[in-house]
């Protein structure tokens, strides 16, 4: 069996209330393959799966909860089968009883082990059958004090890839007259400089090919606008990794989206490569629509 030692299963499981579903959502924006309520008998085949796969197979969380009721008796026998022969981490979400209780009220929904009783009697039941899974978990996180963006940069941290980017930046030209792009998280104006559609020689060309490249970025004021443009993003993208905002569509505009947003585009995303954990991509909405 090839390439064994690099297949990696997670196991999420911990307290209701304590944010299992912000650490799943978490991993799947880093790539994993997440399975929400996963049953105890699912996880064998579930990690068979993953070893005979092809080393393209994403990574794989299970989430497996209280739901899951008498299933749920089963995971503590699983999970020490499955350790002998996979690289298997269970990973265990906790709270304060106080937390969960004041996350609960907040959505006004009952404890799923509360039955006839009352929040606490729920949480106490459900601390009771998920001790001895709580021991033998490799991380345990304490969410008592975390906010979901916190929660989620926490398990970002945890699971990220050494060189994933933390932020996405996707920088889009585009034509005005086309429309802005609905999805644009920044929005900037390149009008302010000379249109090369009035240059019989440049009018052909597009904002990939170099001399209207160099007649854009030669104008006065181009050079600064994206060198300022972009040390303006730089506490954006800051702020965005501390809220866990992982995608960010930043729009630059002109006319038909032909010369000069396209220019500007790719020199903006050279100067924001230079920034650590972002990663950037250029697409051309209205290239080629003229």
Same mark, same amino acid.
């Not at 299933?71 to 499955?82: G, H, K």
């Given at each position: 069996m090839t390439d064994v030692e690099q297949k990696e299963v997670l196991i999420i499981t911990g307290m209701s209330?304590?944010?299992?579903?912000?650490?799943?959502?978490?991993?799947e924006d880093l790539g994993w393959y997440v399975v929400d309520n996963l049953p105890p008998q699912?996880?064998?085949?579930?990690?068979?799966?993953v070893e005979r796969a092809s080393s393209g197979l994403p990574k794989i969380a299970a989430v497996v909860d209280i739901r899951g009721r008498d299933?749920?008796?089963?995971?503590?026998?699983?999970?020490? =089968? *499955?350790r002998g022969g996979t690289e298997l981490r269970v990973v265990f979400l906790d709270a304060t009883d106080a937390a969960l209780v004041r996350r609960f009220e907040s959505v006004r929904r009952p404890h799923p082990l509360q039955a006839d009783g009352t929040l606490l009697d729920g949480i106490g039941e459900e601390r009771t059958r998920l001790g001895a899974i709580r021991e033998a978990s490799d991380i345990v996180i304490d969410t008592s004090e975390l906010n979901i963006h916190q929660l989620a940069m926490a398990v970002t941290e945890l699971f990220a890839e050494e060189g994933t980017a933390e932020v996405r930046v996707t920088i889009v030209s585009f034509g005005f007259k086309y429309g802005v792009p609905a999805d644009a998280d920044h929005v900037a104006d390149a009008r302010f400089l000379p249109n090369p559609f009035w240059d019989p020689a440049l009018r052909s060309q597009t904002g990939l090919d170099a001399p209207v490249r160099d007649? =854009? *970025?030669?104008?006065?004021g181009a050079r600064e606008f994206?060198?300022?443009?972009?040390?303006?993003?730089?506490?954006?993208?800051?702020?965005?990794?501390?809220?866990?905002?992982?995608h960010a569509t930043i729009a630059i505009g002109c006319t038909g989206g032909k010369h000069r947003s396209v220019a500007l585009a790719r020199e903006l995303a050279h100067e924001l490569e230079q920034i650590p954990g972002i990663g950037v991509s250029v697409k051309n909405r209205d290239l080629g629509r003229e």
């Open positions: 209330g304590a944010g299992r579903s912000t650490a799943a959502d978490a991993l699912m996880l064998r085949p579930l990690v068979e799966l299933f749920f008796d089963e995971i503590s026998e699983m999970i020490s =089968v *499955l007649f =854009v *970025l030669g104008q006065p994206v060198e300022l443009y972009a040390a303006a993003l730089h506490p954006v993208l800051a702020g965005y990794r501390r809220e866990n905002k992982r």
